[in-house]
């Protein structure tokens, strides 16, 4: 069996591939099916669930949090040290931080406040748009 990628997903691209009529619903999908390993914390589940009831409405947020947390390939990830790798947006060191913490393989977001985490020697985070993430599991089939 080939490993699978160990991903930490920010919310925006979560809440674009909900939702089956979207065109990145194949994010979603593949996580269903167990074809990457989701990493998560308390707090980015918490941002989720807040997100998503804004967007949709509280119902479709609680069965979407059910539904990760009921996944054999979603790992809730403890937060031993806070990084502060990312300055514009404080709010985003959290998927930053448990993508150190689960020691992941990539970091998917399409928000341009990651960038300054791109260009950093340590630690190592590697970020991929929705884009380059499609490319890249195209490439592993």
């Known amino acids: 069996m080939k490993n699978r990628f160990r991903i930490v997903i920010d919310t925006n691209v979560l809440l674009v591939s909900i939702s089956s009529k979207s065109k990145y619903h194949w994010i979603f999908e593949k996580l269903l099916n ?14 989720y669930e807040e997100i998503i009831a804004l967007k949709y409405n509280p119902d479709v947020a609680k069965n979407v949090i059910r539904t990760l947390l009921l ?57 991929l748009n929705i884009k380059e993430f499609e490319n890249l599991l195209s490439t592993q089939l």
């Open 34 to 47: 167990s074809e990457f390993d989701l990493f998560i914390t308390n707090e980015v589940l918490m941002e």
């Open 71 to 127: 996944l054999p390939n979603v790992y809730l990830t403890s937060i031993y040290y806070h990084w502060n790798l990312i300055t514009g947006d404080t709010d985003d060191n959290k998927f930053s931080d448990c993508a150190v913490n689960s020691n992941s393989h990539l970091l998917v977001t399409n928000d341009n406040h990651f960038d300054e985490v791109k260009n950093l020697d340590f630690p190592n985070i590697t970020i």
